[in-house]
């Protein structure tokens, strides 16, 4: 190891343009370093400046290994070093050996050298997401399981959560007690064995192996802590315990190293979103406990949002307590006060931030620097919301693409209920009915289906047709027979049970999609996958968003406006309430002729639609973030929970750390759900944002019932009334109302049962509020809701 100690003062010019905090934090040289890198504060710049300057110094660039989780990043990175240690003829030359790669990469290159160790083919294949799910589907079978109780995708989360946990089939099978887990176990077993049979390992071993490699052969550790005696690992607030375990082996201890570990790791403990995915905050919170004398440097200055931004986000922020303080300042001067809005529904909320990147890019055009569609985003906790704002960019012929997901209607569970409802508008539809005979898994499998095919070919019939003389199928099994006609049994209920082909069936558009996901089995199957995956969840609010397209489709239809029906209009004929099957009709249209090309403008650039998770590492000049309401984010599941409330918090932080220059929240007082519009109540986060640089505007069309949480910030703005600020329940009705609030709550206590009028049958969490009294209650069927009193129709059961 080379002598730093008289090199560490010098004035390289590889230092220059980088603050004090910087500075520091590039030419700490030896020891474990934390760099607690808040939002936009050039920790990249920090961390390929540091690289650089310990090759100047005469570190071999061999001997240093530097992490990232991506592969987009490592090149980055890589890209980068090379361009600062670069001179003419030698590009890349003195960076000769470095390693900058990502930890799966990492454990892939040290399995394979030392694969013998563990008894490991080296030539082993690594099985990707199809792969493991088609070997977990055979096992499945085998075993002699449903793989409607035990979903492949399902285990497989399980098996990973596992595996980043350091628990490996041997050990979950011990701690396996009840009947479903045991199971699990036996899958898990049956899968790790199958896995060695095909000379094979999935992405989560290429951490678990080496772990368990480093651990247990010092010899191996030693050479590789021989190898590379700097180390630098970004994003470290992201790591899983795996991922800890590995570093902290290869940082080893002092008696291994005969000096402290030089260990550089960058992160922030504020921007830690993938708990639900196994990463792990105490890895950064603990960081000096487990490198003893550690050298903690703070990076507070960002260089990407005005000073208004960043004062609501630090202020946000330190309502946490799991966090390690740092003051966070920028010297950009000016800046907009951030504009908070209470909207009346999603519709409106999505028409005004529509209007509002409108306003801004036309306001920009005579400006230093015009803005585009490219310089906006719009943020959302979950996929589902996207779908309202989808619709209105259409409407007002604005283009956007959906990042790092699915657009609303291509979404997979979409895509399924939309197949159900046209086999109910068309039963002759045979790839839609091949998309939805057997899923849910009903008994109809790829053999009968076969058979099934060949018999409407060989008579010309639809397959549908060829379902209603399932009999005539000698080589049909009689379980195969019975899921048929139970199936079509259920379609003609859709569309034939009441006079559905001929006028109008009693009920809704709506209903009839609800009718359509409950009946066919989705609707439970995608609930059991959220039982065993919380990332599903997503899946249920997507099929109930449908449900809402579908009754706002209706609330806005109008005959004359469909070919179909102009002309029975004209005529007078026909019954005055619309024909289901024409309003079906219509609204499948509607959907199937959603293409994101029609928004697709090279010139102008397109709005960035995506969730908080997606938005992380990324900037904008313009951010709208919609949806700020308890159980929206707040998720709901995060409501029994401060570690799961605290990362909400932090996403939220995540979202307004990403706009430069203007920032605008919104919340909807009424939101619909499954067709039915429901009172919601303002995000505590938004009380939360401080009121100096916070303009709150209530656009809802009434002062009364939506306003702060809880009195501690800034009262709405009413554009439309020269009134001064009040509180929301000002008003003699609301000032009744919330007498009527605080006298519900007065009559409840923790523990007590009630029944609401939709949710059905609960038990009270707490009640909280005086005047504005809101009651978090777990009820049976839905899970945890938080409920304003004055609204809430609650009878008690005690």
């Not at 310990?54 to 987009?72: C, D, H, R, Y």
């Not at 406990?289 to 440097?297: L, N, S």
């Not at 910030?713 to 605080?742: F, H, L, M």
Request: hydrophobic residues 40%; proline residues 3%; charged residues 25%.
């Amino acid at each position: 190891m080379p002598d730093l100690d008289e090199k560490t003062e010098n004035g390289s010019p590889l230092l220059d343009g980088l603050t004090e905090a910087q500075r520091a934090a590039a030419s700490a040289l030896e020891g474990p370093v934390l760099v607690l890198a808040a939002a936009g504060s050039g920790k990249t710049r920090v961390i390929t400046r540091r690289i650089a300057y310990l090759i100047e110094q005469g570190v071999p660039a061999w001997s240093i290994l530097a992490l990232t989780f991506t592969n987009k990043a490592a090149a980055e990175m890589r890209e980068r070093i090379d361009k600062v240690i670069a001179s003419p003829g030698n590009e890349g030359r003195y960076a000769r050996g470095l390693v900058v790669t990502t930890f799966h990469s990492l454990c892939a290159r040290l399995l394979r050298r030392y694969a013998e160790v563990l008894g490991l083919n080296p030539d082993y294949s690594i099985y990707d997401s199809s792969d493991q799910q088609a070997l977990v589907k055979r096992l499945i079978g085998e075993l002699d399981l449903s793989t409607s109780n035990f979903p492949p995708r399902q285990i497989l989360s399980v098996i990973s959560n596992a595996k980043n946990q350091l628990i490996d089939a041997e050990m979950f099978a011990a701690s396996a007690m009840d009947f479903s887990t045991r199971n699990i176990a036996k899958i898990f077993t049956a899968y790790q064995k199958g896995l060695k049979k095909a000379g094979a390992v999935d992405f989560d071993d290429l951490l678990l192996l080496t772990a368990k490699l480093l651990r247990e052969h010092a010899d191996v550790r030693r050479e590789c802590q021989d190898r590379w005696q700097w180390m630098l690992i970004d994003e470290y607030q992201d790591t899983n315990r795996a991922q800890f375990e590995i570093a902290s082996l290869l940082a080893g201890t002092p008696e291994e190293r005969g000096a402290k570990p030089n260990i550089f790791v960058v992160g922030d403990p504020d921007q830690a979103i993938y708990g639900w995915r196994g990463a792990d905050i105490t890895n950064i919170l603990d960081f000096e406990e487990r490198f003893q004398g550690a050298r903690v440097i703070p990076l507070g200055e960002n260089f990407r949002s005005t000073a208004p931004i960043l004062s609501v986000a630090d202020t946000l922020i330190r309502n946490n307590k799991q966090r390690k303080h740092k003051d966070l300042f920028t010297k950009r001067p000016g800046g907009e006060r951030v504009t908070v809005t209470l909207c009346r529904d999603e519709r409106h909320e999505a028409e005004i931030i529509t209007d509002w990147m409108r306003d801004l890019i036309q306001a920009s055009a005579d400006g230093d620097r015009p803005m585009s569609w490219n310089d906006c985003a719009v943020f959302y906790r979950t996929n589902a919301l996207s779908r309202v704002v989808e619709d209105q960019l259409r409407r007002a012929q604005v283009p956007y693409v959906v990042v790092r997901g699915t657009a609303f209607y291509q979404r997979e569970e979409i895509k399924t209920a939309l197949a159900y409802l046209r086999v109910v508008a068309n039963s002759d539809d045979d790839v839609s009915l091949l998309r939805v005979i057997n899923t849910p898994a009903r008994g109809i499998g790829k053999a009968a289906l076969g058979l099934l095919q060949t018999f409407a070919a060989d008579r010309g019939l639809s397959l549908f047709a060829a379902l209603r003389r399932a009999d005539e199928v000698s080589a049909l099994s009689s379980r195969a027979k019975n899921a048929v006609k139970e199936f079509v049994s259920t379609v003609d209920h859709w569309n034939g049970a009441g006079s559905f082909m001929g006028a109008s069936i009693p009920g809704s558009l709506r209903d009839l999609a609800e009718r359509v996901i409950t009946e066919s089995g989705l609707e439970s199957h995608y609930k059991a996958q959220a039982a065993k995956n919380e990332a599903d969840e997503d899946r249920l609010d997507n099929l109930a968003e449908l449900v809402s397209s579908a009754a706002e489709f209706e609330e806005n239809y109008d005959p004359a406006d469909d070919p179909m029906q102009f002309d029975a209009a004209v005529a007078g004929v026909g019954s005055e309430e619309p024909h289901m099957l024409a309003l079906l009709r219509a609204y499948l249209e509607s959907v199937a002729l959603v293409a994101d090309a029609d928004a697709a403008d090279s010139e102008t650039g397109a709005v960035t639609l995506m969730t908080l998770h997606a938005a992380k590492g990324l900037e904008f000049p313009i951010v709208g973030m919609i949806g700020l309401e308890e159980n929206v984010l707040p998720h709901s599941r995060a409501h029994t929970s401060d570690h799961e409330l605290e990362e909400e918090r932090r996403l939220c932080f995540v979202g307004i750390t990403r706009a430069m220059e203007h920032l605008h929240m919104t919340a909807a007082k009424y939101r619909t759900v499954r067709g039915i519009s429901e009172r919601t109540i303002a995000s505590r986060f938004l009380d939360e944002l401080g009121s100096e640089h916070v303009h709150m505007v209530d656009r809802s069309d009434s002062l009364g019932g939506f306003g702060p949480t809880s009195g501690t910030g800034e009262s709405w703005d009413d554009e439309y009334a020269q009134v001064p600020k009040v509180r929301a329940y000002d008003s003699a009705r609301e000032v009744q109302r919330a007498k009527e609030g605080s006298r519900m709550a007065s009559g409840l206590r923790e523990g007590a049962m009630v029944r609401h009028p939709r949710f059905g049958v609960g038990k009270i969490v707490n009640v909280t509020g005086g005047s504005n009294a809101r009651a978090k209650i777990d009820f049976r069927t839905v899970g945890v809701k938080t409920l304003v009193l004055e609204y809430a129709r609650l009878e008690p059961l005690d």
